[in-house]
């Protein structure tokens, strides 16, 4: 099993910057891919970004240029910079994280934007 804990969550205005943390417990050897996911009300869960225990990443169109995702394998913890935020990126924030072919979810942390 692998626990996940996020935080860093919060409301900050338009054009502010947010850095999530999710740190990796229990059986943390050979996890795969990380990521963040998000979920505004109403809508479905969407990918975010994610990163290989390589440090191969990808990211949605919508955030490309404004978040940064990053790993630190010595500490099991992947972390979001989200800069430039918009009232639309509003939105719970899930840590995902891959073993074994198994997906394990943290429990959300929530960000909000003004406008």
């Known amino acids: 099993q692998v626990q996940l804990v996020e935080s860093g969550g919060g409301l900050v205005q338009a054009g502010g910057s947010l850095r999530l943390s999710c740190a990796a417990s229990?059986?943390?050897?050979?996890?795969?891919?990380m990521g963040w996911y998000r979920q505004a009300p109403g809508k479905q869960r969407e990918l975010v970004a994610d990163?290989?225990?390589?440090?191969?990443?990808k990211y949605a169109d919508v955030v490309k240029g404004r978040f940064t995702i990053s790993r630190d394998g010595a500490k099991n913890t992947v972390y979001l910079q989200m800069n430039s935020l918009k009232p639309e990126d509003t939105a719970v924030y899930y840590c995902?994280?891959?073993?074994?072919?198994?997906?394990?979810w943290g429990q959300g942390t929530q960000v909000t934007v003004s406008s």
């Open positions: 995902k994280a891959e073993r074994f072919s198994l997906d394990y």
């Open positions: 990163i290989t225990r390589s440090g191969s990443s």
């Open positions: 229990g059986s943390v050897s050979s996890m795969n891919v």
